[in-house]
C-alpha cells in the first residue's frame, strides 16, 4: 500500500493564478481531510468528507474548494492564489472503524 | 473557544533519560486524545490514542497519560535516544469526525 500520497511535493504561485493539489489513498478509508499548517501555528482542518460526493467546511475553508466524485481522490482547488496561502498542505485519510488518521507527505506551496 | 496549549519552546535532554511533554485543554470534553510525531519535512505520523475512562496507555517506551479533571495529558518517552528527536502533536476529538490539533512541541535529544 502507499498509503496516502500528494501531488506536488512543491510549488510556487503567482498572486491570482489557481492550481490543484491533488491528494489520493489506497487504504478504501471514508474520511478524508485537508489541512495547512504554518510555522509555529500547528495544524488547521481546511476541508473534509465523510464519504463520496460528501464534503464539509473545516476551520479556514476561505480561498479554496473541494471535490469528492470517488472514495479515493480528495483534491483541493485554490482559484486565486493569495500569499496568505503559502502554507505546507497535508492530506489525511481515516478509517471509519479507527479514530487514527494517516498523513501524506505534504505539498509546499510559496505564492509570490 | 475550544483551545489546545503545547509548549511552544523546544525541550532539550539528554540521551538516556525521560522526556515529558505537556498538552493542556480548555472549553472541550474530549472521549479520546491523541499523539502524533512529525519529522521535517514529512507528515504527522500516529502514536498513540487515549480515551477518557483510560488512566495511561503504554506502548514500548512510549506511556501517555489523561486527566479529564486537570483537561491534561502527560506524553512521556523513557530512555530517550537521538533517534526520538521530532515535534509531537497532540489533538483532540472535536466530534466523531474531526481532530483540532495543538501546535505541538519540538523534542531534541542530545547524547
Known amino acids: 500500500n502507499a498509503g496516502v500520497t500528494q501531488t506536488p511535493k512543491f510549488r510556487i504561485l503567482k498572486i491570482g493564478q489557481s492550481m490543484t493539489l491533488q491528494c489520493t489513498q489506497d487504504m478504501n478509508h471514508n474520511y478524508m481531510y485537508w489541512y495547512r499548517q504554518d510555522p509555529g501555528m500547528g495544524l488547521k482542518l481546511i476541508y473534509y468528507?465523510?464519504?463520496?460526493?460528501?464534503?464539509d467546511k473545516g476551520e479556514v475553508p476561505n480561498g479554496y474548494n473541494v471535490s469528492r466524485s470517488t472514495t479515493e481522490d480528495f483534491p483541493l482547488r485554490l482559484e486565486l492564489a493569495a500569499p496568505s496561502q503559502t502554507s505546507v498542505y497535508f492530506c489525511?485519510?481515516?478509517?471509519?472503524?479507527?479514530?487514527?488518521?494517516?498523513f501524506g507527505p505534504g505539498t509546499r506551496l510559496t505564492v509570490l | 473557544s475550544q483551545k489546545i496549549e503545547q509548549n511552544s519552546e523546544a525541550l532539550n535532554i539528554q540521551e538516556g533519560k525521560t522526556a515529558t511533554l505537556t498538552c493542556n485543554y480548555t472549553n472541550y470534553s474530549p472521549a479520546y486524545l491523541q499523539w502524533y510525531r512529525q519529522d521535517p519535512g514529512r507528515g504527522p505520523v500516529f502514536l498513540l490514542l487515549?480515551?477518557?475512562?483510560?488512566k495511561e496507555k503504554r506502548k514500548e517506551r512510549l506511556k501517555v497519560t489523561f486527566d479529564t479533571t486537570l483537561k491534561q495529558s502527560l506524553f512521556h518517552i523513557t530512555a530517550s535516544q537521538p533517534a526520538d528527536s521530532a515535534t509531537y502533536l497532540c489533538a483532540l476529538d472535536v466530534d466523531t469526525d474531526k481532530l483540532i490539533f495543538g501546535t505541538g512541541t519540538r523534542l531534541q535529544v542530545f547524547p
Open positions: 489525511a485519510s481515516r478509517g471509519r472503524a479507527t479514530d487514527t488518521q494517516y
Open positions: 468528507s465523510v464519504g463520496a460526493g460528501i464534503t
Open positions: 487515549i480515551r477518557e475512562n483510560e
